[in-house]
């Protein structure tokens, strides 16, 4: 396959892409508490702002260009010809499909915080809303990050900026969940990824990323052992992937209000870590490395086994929220299946799965925030006819829930059709007999609530005078989420366009 060298654009704009979320966040924590109107209206212009920015380039990107900003150079290059280590943005079409989805989804994210943490009356909306954009300043760090050690850096501010998130409510269980996030986090993140990133620049003199995904950084002659041991670091290290077994945090964090949770599932965290993943996989170590020493099948039966397991333990909970969890566990491994493929449309079901589940599951938490503040109920088997005081959230919930489980129109079928078109392609035809299993394990665990909602009978005795709908501007965002899913499944092209550029 002939290689075509983007243009570089050397612009200030990565910059000003990575400043605007700071800046809302200093913002927000400087006049947050004198204001709440203020501390709000910081945080959507700032979405907005960020938005607009990011969106900016993907024309140019489009077509063969890469942006490129460095902002500071930390050691010299220690070989003739490779750069050193350094602190620098980039962005190509791989980054702009996260910088897209972390900045859009912010924006609906800001106006239900508004009416969740209002309608709750709760505390420290100032701490929430500062940390809240400094996640966002994280996540767009990462995805434009020109090369490994720029990632690294921004990865574990990910951890840091969300730990006062998740342990928001300051009571035992938010301590104990919060502490398990930031030991899961931070050790794998030291313990695995620190040193390969080591071995990786002492092997290749350079940490930075290529700009194709068939010659990874790895791809001189270097010992079998050595790329598969680093094969296995990235995989684990990057624990915000949630495979198993380094899930435990995740379902741990749902302790959380609910927009942290749609932000931890949808927007920021756990996109960060199928981001590093793919990132990782196709640009240290390349296409062409890992079929030459067949890394990318093994993991994909490896992670197929995260996808069932994952949906088994989701169809044991009750606690909505808890199901969530573990969908999301195992629907990022989707994500990592599809890429580990090595099939053109593998690689491109894995990407654009990353855009199909952020719109989804954050509908999905939507939802559920929504649902708590207008009844108090969080359990499953308490929302039996719901549905019919709460036709919107629950209509919403149903048709993101469709996407998860890969129906038609939906943006999950996209998703679905590709990894099964790519499955085929790679001859791995076990992993169809996965994707079919997950499926049914989907419509088994989704289904039953929507039903119940709009068909199941209230509890003999329940009053529901006055139940109603949540407010407007909780409801708003996610009926917006929704209807976006069913437009990129029926239109995906904003995104597969950028999925494209990719693969080349």
Same mark, same amino acid.
């Given at each position: 396959?002939?290689?075509?060298?983007?243009?570089?654009?050397?612009?200030?704009?990565?910059?000003?892409?990575?400043?605007?979320?700071?800046?809302?966040? @200093?913002?927000?924590?400087?006049?947050?508490?004198?204001?709440?109107?203020?501390?709000?209206?910081? %945080?959507?212009?700032?979405?907005?702002?960020?938005?607009?920015?990011?969106?900016?380039?993907?024309?140019?990107?489009?077509?063969?260009?890469?942006?490129?900003?460095?902002?500071?150079?930390?050691?010299?290059?220690?070989?003739?010809?490779?750069?050193?280590?350094?602190?620098?943005?980039?962005?190509?079409?791989?980054?702009?499909? +996260?910088?897209?989805?972390?900045?859009? @989804?912010?924006?609906?994210?800001?106006?239900?915080?508004?009416?969740?943490?209002?309608?709750?009356?709760?505390?420290?909306?100032?701490?929430? $809303?500062?940390?809240?954009?400094?996640?966002?300043?994280?996540?767009?760090?990462?995805?434009?990050?020109?090369?490994?050690?720029?990632?690294?850096?921004?990865?574990?501010?990910?951890?840091?900026?969300?730990?006062?998130?998740?342990?928001? &409510?300051?009571?035992?269980?938010?301590?104990?969940?919060?502490?398990?996030?930031?030991?899961?986090?931070?050790?794998?993140?030291?313990?695995?990824?620190?040193?390969?990133?080591?071995?990786?620049?002492?092997?290749?003199?350079?940490?930075?990323?290529?700009?194709?995904?068939?010659?990874?950084?790895?791809?001189?002659?270097?010992?079998?052992?050595?790329?598969?041991?680093?094969?296995? +670091?990235?995989?684990?290290?990057?624990?915000?992937?949630?495979?198993?077994?380094?899930?435990?945090?995740?379902?741990?964090?749902?302790?959380?209000?609910?927009?942290?949770?749609?932000?931890?599932?949808?927007?920021?965290?756990?996109?960060?870590?199928?981001?590093?993943? /793919?990132?990782?996989?196709?640009?240290?170590?390349?296409?062409?490395?890992?079929?030459?020493? !067949?890394?990318?099948?093994?993991?994909?039966? +490896?992670?197929?086994?995260?996808? @069932?397991?994952?949906?088994?333990?989701?169809?044991?909970?009750? !606690?909505?929220?808890?199901?969530?969890?573990?969908?999301?566990?195992?629907?990022?491994?989707?994500?990592?299946?599809?890429?580990?493929?090595?099939?053109?449309?593998?690689?491109?079901?894995?990407?654009? &799965?990353?855009?199909?589940?952020?719109? %989804?599951?954050?509908?999905?938490?939507?939802?559920?925030?929504?649902?708590?503040?207008?009844?108090?109920?969080?359990?499953?088997?308490?929302?039996?006819?719901?549905?019919?005081?709460?036709?919107?959230?629950?209509?919403?919930?149903?048709?993101?829930? @469709?996407?998860?489980?890969?129906?038609?129109?939906?943006?999950?079928?996209?998703?679905?059709?590709?990894?099964?078109?790519?499955?085929?392609?790679?001859?791995?035809?076990?992993?169809?007999?996965?994707?079919?299993?997950?499926?049914?394990?989907?419509?088994?665990?989704?289904?039953?609530?929507?039903?119940?909602?709009?068909?199941?009978?209230?509890?003999?005795?329940?009053?529901?005078?006055?139940?109603?709908?949540?407010?407007? /501007?909780?409801?708003?965002?996610?009926?917006?989420?929704?209807?976006?899913?069913?437009?990129?499944?029926? $239109?995906?092209?904003?995104?597969?366009?950028?999925?494209? /550029?990719?693969?080349?």
């Amino acid at each position: 396959m002939e290689i075509i060298e983007p243009t570089i654009i050397h612009s200030s704009i990565l910059l000003w892409a990575l400043l605007i979320p700071l800046v809302g966040a @200093l913002g927000v924590f400087t006049f947050g508490k004198e204001s709440p109107n203020f501390r709000e209206g910081c %945080s959507v212009l700032a979405a907005v702002g960020l938005f607009l920015t990011v969106l900016s380039m993907k024309d140019a990107v489009l077509a063969g260009n890469m942006y490129q900003w460095q902002m500071f150079d930390i050691l010299p290059g220690v070989i003739p010809g490779k750069s050193g280590l350094s602190l620098t943005l980039r962005a190509d079409a791989f980054s702009l499909i +996260f910088a897209l989805i972390a900045s859009g @989804l912010w924006i609906a994210a800001a106006f239900y915080s508004m009416g969740y943490m209002r309608g709750l009356n709760e505390h420290a909306q100032t701490r929430f $809303n500062t940390c809240f954009a400094l996640a966002i300043f994280g996540a767009i760090g990462v995805a434009f990050s020109d090369n490994l050690f720029t990632m690294y850096l921004f990865y574990e501010f990910v951890s840091i900026s969300t730990y006062p998130l998740v342990a928001h &409510h300051q009571d035992e269980e938010a301590w104990e969940g919060a502490k398990k996030y930031i030991v899961y986090l931070t050790t794998t993140a030291k313990g695995l990824l620190l040193p390969a990133m080591i071995l990786i620049y002492v092997i290749t003199g350079t940490l930075d990323f290529p700009t194709n995904i068939y010659q990874g950084m790895l791809g001189g002659e270097v010992e079998s052992w050595l790329v598969i041991m680093l094969f296995i +670091f990235c995989l684990f290290g990057f624990a915000k992937n949630g495979v198993m077994p380094f899930h435990h945090w995740l379902p741990g964090a749902m302790v959380a209000p609910t927009p942290v949770s749609a932000l931890l599932h949808a927007v920021a965290v756990v996109k960060v870590g199928v981001f590093c993943t /793919a990132r990782g996989f196709l640009y240290i170590f390349g296409v062409d490395l890992m079929t030459k020493l !067949n890394l990318g099948i093994p993991t994909a039966y +490896f992670v197929g086994f995260t996808i @069932l397991m994952a949906s088994a333990i989701a169809l044991t909970k009750d !606690n909505l929220k808890a199901r969530l969890a573990y969908s999301t566990v195992s629907q990022l491994s989707y994500i990592i299946l599809g890429v580990c493929l090595l099939t053109p449309n593998g690689i491109s079901g894995g990407l654009i &799965h990353i855009a199909n589940h952020a719109f %989804s599951k954050i509908t999905l938490f939507f939802c559920a925030g929504a649902i708590y503040v207008a009844t108090h109920k969080k359990y499953i088997s308490e929302m039996s006819g719901l549905g019919r005081v709460m036709p919107w959230t629950f209509g919403a919930f149903g048709v993101a829930s @469709l996407s998860m489980i890969g129906a038609p129109p939906v943006a999950g079928f996209v998703t679905k059709w590709k990894l099964l078109v790519g499955t085929i392609e790679s001859g791995a035809l076990g992993i169809i007999l996965i994707l079919l299993a997950s499926t049914l394990l989907n419509v088994a665990y989704f289904a039953p609530i929507t039903y119940k909602a709009f068909f199941g009978k209230r509890p003999e005795g329940v009053v529901d005078a006055g139940l109603k709908e949540a407010p407007l /501007a909780m409801v708003i965002p996610l009926c917006l989420t929704s209807a976006i899913s069913v437009y990129i499944g029926i $239109n995906p092209d904003f995104f597969m366009d950028l999925v494209k /550029a990719v693969i080349g």
